[in-house]
């Protein structure tokens, strides 16, 4: 998977694919389909929701330019392979899950795998974690309407946002820095994911 799928399409950065070598992903993908867990699309979780392409998984995190002493968090937690991968590339992941079930699930797995540097709760996410602010790095799994502003205030000063923001159809992928009292926002692609639900997502 991590030669065809994510390597051969252009991803570079050894420690990324070598992250994504060591996670078994079949694990963290629902049995009916874990006979695709390796292939290259995005799969269903449960709940209507999907484990990104691991193309885009990869892609997103190389936007983050971890170096390994990073404070990072994820909103949408899904199965936790993201977070297994971001886990082995910095220092701590906190990741939040509005879907209980995913949440516990993905829990249990970290356990399991003896991730012991992911942390998961569920709440809504477009909320950030304040207590654990700020972050070195933030990453969201699902499409917002626009930049949520509790995310801007919890990542630190030099910190890097990096989510997918529009409607259905028409997603964007951005990367978000702080500038002043404002942010600038990278244009980096198209973007194909579930809705970011919640207070500063999309309205239930
Ligand atoms: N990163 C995941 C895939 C995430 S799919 C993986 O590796 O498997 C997007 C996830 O975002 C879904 O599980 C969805 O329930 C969750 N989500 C959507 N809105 C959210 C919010 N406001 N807070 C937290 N999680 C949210």
Redesign the pocket.
């Known amino acids: 998977m991590v030669e065809r799928h994510v390597a051969a399409r252009g991803i570079a950065d050894e420690r990324i694919l070598q992250a994504m070598r060591e996670v078994p992903r079949h694990k ?1 993908v629902p049995a009916v389909v874990a006979a695709k867990a390796y292939g290259p699309g995005a799969l269903p ?1 449960g ?1 209507k ?4 392409q691991p193309f885009i ?1 990869a892609k997103m995190i190389e936007l983050l330019e971890l170096r390994g002493t990073e404070k990072v968090l ?10 297994a991968v971001l886990s082995k590339l910095c220092a701590k992941v906190f990741s ?4 209980n079930d ?1 949440a516990l699930r993905a829990a249990e797995l970290f356990r399991e795998l003896k991730i012991h540097n992911a942390s998961v709760k569920v ?4 909320y950030g974690w304040s207590d654990q602010a700020p972050f070195d790095r933030i990453i969201v ?2 499409a917002a309407p626009a930049v949520p502003d509790p995310l801007v205030q919890q990542l630190a000063r030099t910190g890097k946002l990096v989510l997918p923001i529009g409607e259905a159809g028409k997603q964007r992928l951005a990367r978000v820095v702080r500038v002043g009292t404002g942010v600038k926002i990278e244009d980096c692609g198209t973007a194909e ?6 207070r500063f ?1 999309w309205r239930e």
């Open positions: 963290f979780i709940a929701q999907t484990i990104s998984v994820e909103i949408g937690t899904g199965t936790g392979y993201q977070a939040i899950e509005r879907i995913l709440f809504d996410g477009t799994a699902a994911f579930v809705p970011l639900v919640g997502g």
